[in-house]
C-alpha cells in the first residue's frame, strides 16, 4: 500500500480546492465528496472484508481524533477528510462497508476505496481487496439508497453536484507488475501503462454514466521513493529507484492526455488530472520546506 506524509496531505488538498476553484465551486455548493481508489484514501472499507491489507491497528490512527485506527492507513485523517472538512461537510469521509453509519451522514460524503486495489483487476485479486469494479458497484447500491432516504429528485442533485476523487495506481506496479511476473510476461512497461490509462478511462466514465460531473483523478507519486521501493532497492539500498519512479512519470503523462480527452467526450463533464508527483518531488527534495 503506499505510504503517507502530511506535507502530502496538505499540498494534496491545496491541489483539490484549487480544482474546485477554477470550476466555480465554492464551499456550500458541493453537497458531497464521493471517493474511489486504494489505500491513499480507503476510510476503513477493509475493516469489512477478508484481507490481510488492514490499517486498523496502532501506530495507524495516532493523530486521528482520540487516537483510534479507524482503518485509515495513516497516522491521522486522510486528503480527502481535509478536503471534506474544507467544503463544509463533515471532517471525515464515511467508508461505505461500515455499517454503524446512516444513509443521511452518507449523503455528505462516502468513500468506496480498498487498500491495496489498482485499476487492473488483477492487483485487487493479489490482495483479496475490493476492485474498482466493485466500488462502482457499490456506488450504484449507494444512489439507490440515496433515492429511497432523500426522493428521487434531491439524490439526483447530490450526484451531479458532488466532488468525485480518484485515487488509484499506485498499487499496479508496486504490489503487480514490479514484483509478480503475469503482467510483465503479457505487457510491455509501455503497453502496460497504457492498459491502466485505459481502465482509468472506463472508471471515469461508468461513474459518468451513474451521473458523476466533477471528477479529480490523481496521478502517481515518484513510486520509486516510497519505502518499499528504497527497501528493495538492490542496487542502491535505501535510495530511490529511479526507474520505478519515471514509470510513474510515464502513466502520468499518459493520464493528463486522456483526461483532456474524456473533457471533450464526456458533456458536462468537467474532468481534472492532479499532479502529486510533483508535489510530492518537491517534498522529498527540500523536506525541511515542508516542517
Same mark, same amino acid.
Given at each position: 500500500? !503506499? ?12 491541489? *483539490? ?33 477478508? @484481507? #490481510? ?16 485506527? @479507524? ?7 486522510? &486528503? ?21 453509519? @446512516?444513509?443521511? $451522514? ?15 483487476? *488483477? @492487483? ?9 469494479? $466493485? ?24 450526484? !451531479? ?6 485515487? #488509484? ?36 466514465? !461508468? ?28 542496487d542502491a539500498p535505501g535510495e530511490c529507484d529511479e526507474e520505478q519512479s519515471q514509470v510513474a &512519470? ?8 486522456a483526461i483532456e480527452k474524456l473533457n471533450d467526450e464526456l458533456a458536462g463533464a468537467r474532468v ?11 517534498? *522529498? ?7
Amino acid at each position: 500500500m !503506499a505510504s503517507h506524509l502530511s506535507g502530502y496531505c496538505w499540498l494534496l488538498t491545496i491541489l *483539490l480546492i484549487a480544482f474546485l476553484l477554477c470550476s466555480a465551486a465554492t464551499a456550500g455548493d458541493v453537497p458531497a465528496i464521493i471517493v474511489f481508489g486504494d489505500s491513499t484514501v480507503d476510510a476503513g472499507n477493509n475493516n469489512y472484508i477478508l @484481507t #490481510v491489507a488492514k490499517g486498523n491497528f496502532p501506530p495507524y490512527g495516532r493523530d486521528f481524533d482520540g487516537g483510534v485506527a @479507524t482503518g485509515r492507513f495513516s497516522n491521522g485523517r486522510l &486528503v480527502t477528510d481535509f478536503v471534506s472538512e474544507a467544503l463544509g461537510l463533515p471532517p471525515s469521509v464515511p467508508a461505505y462497508l461500515d455499517t454503524s453509519y @446512516t444513509i443521511d $451522514q452518507l449523503a455528505m460524503g462516502v468513500s468506496f476505496a480498498s487498500g491495496g486495489t489498482g485499476l487492473d483487476s *488483477l @492487483t485487487a485479486r493479489v490482495a483479496s481487496v475490493i476492485p474498482l469494479s $466493485q466500488q462502482l458497484e457499490y456506488f450504484k447500491e449507494y444512489i439507490e439508497r440515496l433515492k429511497v432516504a432523500k426522493g428521487e429528485d434531491v439524490a439526483d442533485e447530490i450526484i !451531479a453536484e458532488a466532488l468525485y476523487v480518484f485515487s #488509484v495506481g499506485t498499487n499496479d506496479f508496486i504490489i503487480n507488475y514490479f514484483h509478480l511476473p503475469l503482467r510483465r510476461a503479457a505487457y510491455t512497461t509501455a503497453e502496460y501503462v497504457a492498459h491502466l490509462v485505459g481502465e482509468a478511462g472506463a472508471a471515469v466514465r !461508468a461513474a459518468y454514466e451513474l451521473g458523476a460531473r466533477r471528477v479529480i483523478f490523481a496521478g502517481l507519486a515518484p513510486i520509486g521513493c516510497l519505502p518499499s521501493a528504497r527497501t528493495l532497492n538492490h542496487d542502491a539500498p535505501g535510495e530511490c529507484d529511479e526507474e520505478q519512479s519515471q514509470v510513474a &512519470v510515464a502513466f502520468n503523462s499518459a493520464l493528463a492526455e486522456a483526461i483532456e480527452k474524456l473533457n471533450d467526450e464526456l458533456a458536462g463533464a468537467r474532468v481534472v488530472y492532479s499532479d502529486t508527483y510533483n508535489v510530492i518531488s518537491a517534498v *522529498l527534495s527540500n523536506p525541511s520546506d515542508y516542517g
